[in-house]
């Protein structure tokens, strides 16, 4: 299973930013796709996740009204929409695969990784 990331940049606050996440490989192991973030000195906290059959989303309560996860199966794409931007949303952002979706999952339920894509919000 391979991840890559892509759609990160600078913007100011308020402003709107689309990562994607391109998925390859046998992933119908993995029941849910995620997006984590890492800012500097602080812990990886997972932002939003989805089920990868049936597409219940799970959105975490920093991010919520803000930032919408979604799937387009066709390309094996997974989306996180983020508008309403703010300083504090600037990290590293990771999508990943893993078997355990949900507001109590956590990072070591998930298993296969990109390699990140960074998220800067100016004020």
């Known amino acids: 299973v391979q991840l890559e990331e892509s759609g990160g940049g600078s913007v100011q606050a308020g402003g709107s930013l689309r990562l994607s996440c391109a998925v390859s490989g046998d992933t119908k192991w993995r029941k849910c796709l995620g997006w984590f973030r890492q800012a500097p000195g602080k812990v990886r906290e997972k932002v939003a996740d989805?089920?990868?059959?049936?597409?219940?989303?799970y959105v975490a309560d920093s991010v919520e009204g803000r930032f919408t996860i979604s799937q387009y199966n066709a390309k094996n794409t997974l989306y996180l929409q983020m508008s309403s931007l703010e300083p504090e949303d600037t990290a590293m952002y990771y999508c990943?695969?893993?078997?355990?979706?949900?507001?109590?999952?956590?990072?070591?339920?998930?298993?296969?990784w990109g390699q990140g894509t960074q998220v800067t919000v100016s004020s």
């Open positions: 990943a695969a893993g078997w355990s979706c949900g507001r109590w999952s956590t990072p070591d339920e998930f298993d296969y």
């Open positions: 989805i089920v990868t059959v049936g597409g219940h989303t």
